[in-house]
């Protein structure tokens, strides 16, 4: 994996390159007190049979659920119900598992101030991986990463509609934030968006919206499936939803992939009896020749701190959830060898859902 600042790549450019990607990573509390403060526990516990999934893929990419940081029991905490704060040796963790991306724009990253988060910031830029949605200052917020694998340039974007009071300012650390009705993006995160996606697909062969929105239970609101087609509109090739603990359904909108929620990937959270947040997936993004064709979605179960490849009841439980909550949306996913697949040129889409 290289990364890159443009369309050049020091890589010839491969006919193939897949992404695995997955939703809420957070590494905090229970994490920190029982895994990151033994120093007898490799680090890569937390994935288990998962590591070697994840390092089939070209990049690797999720959402961070929580700071990392030094000083969490020193640092005032944000004044709400669950924060979330792992120290720096989770990197070691991100690290296993080779980690290219970390979104960064979400309800957890201010749990212990700007100081914390600085501190984050300037730990995954030593360590090498790449973040965006928050920042010292909102052009930082605003920052696309730029990745790159088998000379494919991917451009990731990263925003959230969860804690408007953290929203970054001209020179005042915070998130990419942004606020929306049911039809789309208000002023001025239209303009804002507008110019950002434009810029971004000038860079990149393929831009990813990652997007932190909504509530944590129920399915994606009007509102919610209006923003995510018009960030297709904008220009994006993949929306990739979280916040909401379970895993929704997959829509194509204009032939592309809108994935209203991953789910959870890694905590220590209650598991809700009916909606299985322990449960969700791997997913697998195939991209040939700069376009999406395939998603492979590989079931996993969270448990004690830990992510597995889920047995098979449970893997045909959370598999016949999302094939559910796709069906409203006209897609198909196919089960294949314990996954599900959803070929995009055998889905298509008529540009509004069903």
């Not at 359904?249 to 994935?259: A, D, H, N, R, V």
Request: proline share 5%.
């Amino acid at each position: 994996m290289e990364r890159t600042l443009g369309r050049t790549s020091l890589q010839a450019p491969r006919d193939t390159v897949t992404l695995a990607i997955a939703g809420d990573v957070m590494l905090g509390r229970l994490l920190d007190r029982y895994i990151w403060s033994d120093s007898q526990i490799d680090p890569a516990y937390i994935w288990g049979d998962t590591k070697e999934l994840w390092l089939q893929h070209d990049l690797r990419l999720m959402n961070l659920e929580c700071v990392i940081a030094t000083k969490c029991d020193d640092w005032r905490r944000a004044p709400k119900v669950f924060t979330f704060c792992a120290r720096p040796r989770a990197l070691e963790a991100l690290a296993a598992i080779r980690t290219d991306f970390v979104a960064l724009a979400n309800n957890h990253v201010l749990d212990f101030g700007v100081d914390a988060l600085i501190e984050m910031l300037d730990l995954l830029d030593r360590h090498g991986i790449a973040r965006a949605g928050a920042g010292r200052t909102l052009a930082e917020a605003l920052r696309p990463a730029q990745l790159a694998a088998g000379g494919l340039t991917v451009g990731v974007v990263s925003l959230t509609d969860n804690e408007p009071g953290w929203e970054a300012g001209e020179t005042s650390p915070g998130v990419s934030y942004i606020d929306y009705d049911e039809r789309g993006l208000r002023e001025p995160y239209l303009s804002r968006m507008t110019q950002l996606l434009g810029e971004t697909r000038q860079q990149a062969d393929l831009v990813i919206v990652s997007a932190h929105i909504g509530p944590n239970w129920g399915e994606p609101s009007a509102a919610m499936r209006a923003l995510a087609h018009q960030l297709i509109d904008l220009g994006a090739d993949l929306y990739w939803g979280h916040s909401n603990h379970s895993t929704r359904g997959i829509e194509l909108y204009q032939g592309k992939p809108i994935l209203y929620s991953t789910g959870d990937f890694v905590d220590d959270y209650a598991v809700d009896p009916d909606e299985r947040n322990d449960l969700s997936f791997l997913f697998g993004v195939v991209v040939e020749r700069t376009r999406i064709r395939r998603l492979q979605l590989f079931p996993v179960k969270i448990d004690r701190f830990q992510v597995n490849r889920a047995p098979d009841d449970e893997a045909a439980w959370v598999m016949d959830w999302m094939r559910k909550r796709c069906k409203p949306f006209g897609t198909t996913p196919a089960e294949s060898d314990g996954t599900l697949v959803l070929d995009l040129e055998s889905n298509p889409s008529d540009g509004s859902g069903s």
